[in-house]
Each structure stands twice: as structure tokens, then as C-alpha cells.
């Protein structure tokens, strides 16, 4: 069958085949386009993410080494500060004992490098001794008929009896201490022996 449009060319409906299929070539291409922008700005994301992380976690590496150094720092500011502490203690008493301090943690045996002490102190304690204590401890023959002027009372462990005894041996040879100890008793959890002692400096903390 033949159709044939009689109307007038001004009336006749006309037909854009050609727009339509522009538009349905562009669309899918503009559809690709999109997800293809969409896909590289995720990527550009996960990327910047990616070194955001790299470079907070370089930041928490680096704030772990100083938080370490001033913890090291801390420790050591807290055994100058127990230090200070017996400094002051010793100045309130009148009592200058930087010599005889020092000379009595030179008894102390030497432990080996690395090695943890062989001897550690746990309390010790200071004070002067007036005429009647001084009197009190001649007359006891505390420190062997030394007269002593004042005096160390120490609490400590150590790793044997040997080590012990060598340190006691330290002190009674050395020219300005006399030494009583007084007990030993082995930790059987720790296997190290707790003792306790006193030591009478014989100059009373005179240079």
C-alpha cells in the first residue's frame, strides 16, 4: 500500500531522525564521561588519603621517640630529685656528708656492664648522732668501740651472701666507717637476700 501525504508543505508534520540519534549517541558518552570523572576523583582521594596517613604516621613515630625520650628524661630527673631529696635531708641535720657519701657508695661492688646491680639500696636514712647517742653506742660497742659522730641506717637486697660479705668487708676496712649489720634474710620469690645495717661515719660528714 502507498501512502501518499496530501497535505500542503506547510501543514506536513516534519520528521528529525537525525537529532534523536545524536542524542542517543551522546548520551552513553556522557554517561561514561561522568563515571570516568567520577572514578579518577575517587582515585585522586583514596590517593590523598593514602598520604595523609603515610604522613600521620610518621608524625605518631615521631612523637612515640620523644614521648620515649622524655620518659627516659623523666626517670632520670626522678633519681636526681631522691637525690636532692637526701641532699636536703642531710643539710636540715647539719650535716655535710658529700665525703663520707661518696666514699660509702664506693664500697658498693661494681657490677658489669649492662648487668643489673649486685647491691641496691631500698631505705636509707641519715642522721647526727649527740654526745648521749654517742656515748649509747660506745657503750654497746656498737661499731667495735669506734666513736662514730653520725650515722646511716641502710636497708637493701643482694644477689648472695658472698657479695654481701664482700661488701661488709668494704666497710669495716675503710678508715672512716664502722659497720654493725644487723640481719639477712633470703626473698624466696626474687631469690635475693634482703638486709639491713647501720654504718657510723667516724668524721660526722666533716670534709
Known sequence: MINVNLLPKNLRRRREPGLWRLIAVLFPLLALAVLAFIQVT???S?????????????????????LREQAALQARQRELG???????AVREGRIVWSNELLAMLETLPVAEAGAAPRIAFTQLSMQ???????????????????EVLAEMSLQGVAVSTEVLA????????SPLFGVSFQNASRDEQTGLYQFSLTIGALTGGQP
Open 166 to 173: 664482700a661488701y661488709l668487708r668494704a666497710l669495716e676496712d
Open 82 to 88: 631522691e637525690l636532692i631529696a637526701i641532699r636536703d
Open 46 to 66: 583514596e590517593a590523598r588519603l593514602h598520604e595523609e596517613r603515610a604522613a600521620r604516621q610518621l608524625q605518631v613515630n615521631l612523637l612515640q621517640e620523644a
Open 42 to 44: 575517587a582515585n585522586q
Open 128 to 146: 647526727a648522732l649527740d654526745r648521749g647517742a654517742r656515748q649509747q653506742r660506745l657503750d654497746n660497742a656498737t661499731y667495735d668501740g669506734l
